[in-house]
């Protein structure tokens, strides 16, 4: 089947309604008469329960109910909060110790839940909260990345989650003592949150047979499966649905510990219940991301090519093991360890440690970004210490055209790839050559210009199946169900468009729906950059099933055919009727053919796509502030064929901005006790719009082969390029002034503080 029209941009679709003011964002949504739940939440780190009596806050003006650990154990809700182990080749599976939905005798970082309020106002629900008598015995709260530190869970002898390994040992050790050169960097990878624009919200209500949960969130199959586990309900008594989302970024995949809780009170209520955090509470008890420390080691030969590499990280799972956190530094790191290189051999090694803060998980990349970080950082290293450009280096290393299909050592099947032809159109549009002359010209007005590059590779992760269903309703419209779920991407342009360029049908006929469990059967839901991939393939194969079976049913109606379809008509040359999809529907219609009026399918990747590509960037650095200012951006990338490229350069840009957040400016910090530092906005510096400069973009395609449409995901690749070029060219601004290592964030004081080192002044 040929698609017309797949390329078109303009405007999104949903933008009218978002603009409008008539997004249905679930906070502004909830049913009238709904109550208010609020969460009490341990004030301390680490700590034992010695008192918690609900029982003047119970009897309060307004209270509906009020849950702690013994309602829920009462009530049978005891299972953990559902979190996969990472297990590694060699078979060692990762420690996930028993999450309650509410504190049970001990917490174990800021925010925990200890008891749920629900009360007929949202301030009727914070008195009686604030009224409950809690009593904790602080313990010490264990915050470094020690894996024999003292335990926090019962069940384990230190606070080592995850041992994790990966490749080759030997042949990495052989590279190693080899080597004509080695370059080591240890660096560490600061802890940030999400921070979407629309907190975490849920919503849930019982109506004596069936639990309808609502919550905003990234899919809903996972959550209707974990609810009618944990509450002992038959999955059929269990709707999950999602509306509109202002953003979700990894952070709203997860089922926390509130979903449960919520679930159950509305249960036992038997009336509607919501929680709407503020923006404090988000910052408290959303999972944070990255929180790493990397040591990378690169062997090179005397020609300069790379001979082996291995990776050390330990990594901070925070207080439990969250949905995907064991997996983000170990599997998922080591889907692109070795990037765009041809190298040879690989070693990953992996701790992660559980400590007395936020639980860690997924996050813009989950994992790539932190992989090709250090990386990238240590190619650069690299070039400087054996006297080559950072270009050169990096050419020289590349996997050639000629070697696709290429496994890399953590096996790993890249389809294509021209990373050459990347890499030289990058250097060309970013004028690599006029550098020096800009350099100059900041020096002269007391500034230090860098130049930071990167070459990134993503691997697309989740489900590689996904279904779509297509209905045709008797007013003419066509309703297409789909498995993803829209965070704010534009889903419902890209998918209403395909179909459209697919079938001819207008595309303001088609509405696309998603996020509802009893509407939808199956769905992988968003994340990993998986969504337009997964879902245009099952679109595409749908869309073959439909128009094949209405030419069946044609050619048996008027007596005609073999009828084709071309530019959104079948045509037959023994017939002179040339009828559109819409027609032939209605012709179904009155022949009372409605079998064919709905149709369904599931497709399976036959294989994950590689989006890749350059980052280049200029960064100045004020020496006598230590303030730094992203000049330049330039993002040539490989995303294979383009579906909208309106959209596409939409995501990089958001992506290069969450990137420069995290590398100038985010941090999540806590003290000694495990208080957070920056629990709001005034602490927890945010990007605006002024520190970020156009971000050039170009597409420079090899089309993937791993499906029809030849396209790559795009969703999280502005991160992973953005976090180590401009950690590169920060570097580069302050080398000529002795600074050797710079780790993110690259804050004003940080910076100044390096530049005073270097000079051999203490700061202060």
Sequence with gaps: MRAFGQSQGGTRNEDIRFLTGRGRYLGDILPEGTLSAVFLRTPVAHGRITELDTAEARDMPGVAGIWTWDDLED???????????????????????????????????????????????????????????????????????????????????????????????????????????????????????????????????????????????????????????????????????????????????????????????????????????????????????????????????????????????????????????????????????????????????????????????????????????????????????????????????????????????????????????????????????????????????????????????????????????????????????????SNGQGHETVYARYLSGLTGIDEDRIEVVQGDTDRIARGGGTGGSRSVTVQTFATHALAEQMVASFATFLEDTLDAGPFDFEDGNFHAPNSNRRPTLIEAADLAREHGRDDILRHATRAKLPGRSFPNGVHLCEVEIDPETGALTLDRYLAVDDFGNLMNPALAIGQVHGGVAQGFGQAVCEDMRFDADGQLLTGSFMDYAMPRATDLPFVTFESVPTPSTYNPMGMKGCGEAGTVGALPAIANAALDAMWTRGVRQVDMPLTPARVWSWLQAAEGRAPG
Excluded at 297 to 318: C, S
């Design 75 to 485: 009530a049978g809700v005891t299972d953990t909060i559902w979190a996969v182990a990472a297990k590694d080749p060699r078979g060692r599976q990762g420690a996930t110790p028993h999450r309650p939905a509410l504190a049970r005798e001990i917490v174990r970082h800021l925010g925990e839940p200890i008891a749920l309020v629900v009360a007929d106002s949202r301030t009727r629900a914070l008195d009686a909260a604030e009224a409950i008598m809690l009593d904790i015995d602080a313990l010490e709260a264990e915050l470094d990345l020690d894996p024999a530190g003292a335990p926090i869970h019962p069940d384990m002898s230190d606070r080592l989650a995850v041992d994790w390994q990966k490749g080759d040992a030997a042949a990495v050790e052989a590279a190693f003592a080899r080597a004509a050169h080695v370059t080591r960097l240890t660096l560490r990878q600061n802890r940030v949150t999400a921070a979407s624009l629309e907190p975490r919200v849920a919503f849930a209500e019982w109506d004596g047979e069936r639990l309808h949960f609502a919550f905003n969130g990234q899919g809903v199959w996972n959550m209707k499966r974990e609810l009618a586990k944990t509450l002992g309900l038959d999955p059929e008594a269990v709707r999950v649905t999602t509306p509109d989302v202002g953003g979700g970024f990894g952070m709203k995949v997860m089922i926390y510990p509130e979903h449960v809780a919520l679930a159950q009170a509305a249960r036992a209520l038997g009336r509607p219940v919501a929680w709407v955090p503020d923006r404090g509470e988000s910052m408290l008890a959303d999972n944070g991301a990255r929180d790493l420390e990397t040591t990378a080691e690169l062997a090179f030969d005397a020609d300069h090519r790379i001979l082996g590499y291995r990776a050390t990280n330990r990594y901070n799972l925070g207080a439990y093991n969250s949905q995907f956190g064991q997996n983000i530094q170990s599997e998922l790191f080591s889907k692109v360890l070795t990037g765009v290189y041809d190298i040879p051999c690989a070693l990953l090694t992996a701790q992660g440690i559980y400590t007395n803060t936020t639980p860690v998980d997924a996050y813009r990349g989950a994992g790539r970004p932190e992989s090709i970080t250090a990386l990238e950082r240590t190619m650069d290293l690299a070039a400087r210490e054996l006297g080559l450009s950072p270009v050169d280096l990096r050419r020289r290393n590349l996997i050639a055209p000629d070697a696709f299909p290429y496994t890399t050592p953590m096996e790993v099947t890249y389809d294509v790839g021209d990373f050459a032809r990347v890499l030289s159109r990058a250097e060309e549009l970013g004028d690599i050559a006029g550098f020096d002359a800009r350099r100059a010209e900041s020096a002269a007005q007391g500034r230090l210009r860098g130049l930071g590059l990167a070459f990134y590779i993503e691997s697309i992760l989740g489900d590689d199946s996904e279904g779509a269903t297509v209905e045709f309703a008797d007013d003419g419209g066509v309703t297409l169900y789909v498995g993803t779920q």
